[in-house]
């Protein structure tokens, strides 16, 4: 039997996986709307996460994305692109996996660290040593990763293309016509 068509298309994986950009093309093939966890957090508190986080500390800004996530039961038709950490919390896993198909967007170390360290956006990865911090936040956080995902996708190996393809087809999603 075939699997139901999924509610919305959630992306998930760490910093500079390129989940904004596929995001993006996702919601211009589909005609459906993008909603980036990042700057809805953004939007609501006039402020974006680095400084959250500098002022208000991580745990606060986890506890504004596990009331985004709730806030987002019941949604339909929407690209949701989330923050790296968002799948640390257990529950914010099975809020994901409640959503619709959740996307693993992954790629080594190595690249991820190339793509991230060309700006000071990140607040976890401002330590005297950002490339050990990575490496020990990559490990940690893989399992979670892989426990969400229906669906991973390399995207240091699989053009913008092909992973567009291959979520909607896992999504039972169709482009818009052209
Ligand atoms: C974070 C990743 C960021 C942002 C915040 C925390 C993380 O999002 O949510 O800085 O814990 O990995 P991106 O994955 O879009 O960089």
Redesign the pocket.
């Known amino acids: 039997m075939e699997a139901p068509p999924a509610h919305n298309l959630v992306l998930v994986?760490?910093?500079?996986?390129g989940?904004?950009s596929l995001a993006r093309i996702l919601a211009q093939k589909t005609g459906c709307p993008l909603l980036?966890?990042?700057a809805e957090?953004e939007k609501q508190c006039s402020q974006p996460?680095?400084e959250i986080?500098r002022e208000k500390g991580?745990a606060h800004?986890r506890d504004l994305?596990t009331a985004l996530l709730k806030s987002l039961a019941g949604k339909s038709g929407l690209i949701i692109?989330?923050?790296?950490?968002?799948v640390?919390r257990e529950e914010n896993r099975r809020l994901l996996r409640e959503l619709g198909l959740v996307v693993w967007l992954h790629a080594e170390e190595e690249v991820v660290y190339n793509r991230?360290s060309r700006n000071n956006?990140?607040?976890?990865l401002q330590t005297a040593n950002p490339r050990a911090t990575m490496r020990q936040?990559f490990a940690l956080?893989e399992p979670w990763y892989r426990e969400v995902a229906h669906l991973q996708i390399d995207t240091g190996k699989m053009s913008h293309g092909k992973a567009v393809s291959a979520v909607l087809l896992a999504a039972g999603w169709e482009c818009k016509p052209a």
């Open positions: 994986g760490f910093m500079g996986t989940k904004s980036d966890t990042d957090i996460p680095s986080f991580e800004f994305e692109s989330t923050g790296g950490g968002m640390i991230v956006r990140r607040p976890l936040l956080r």
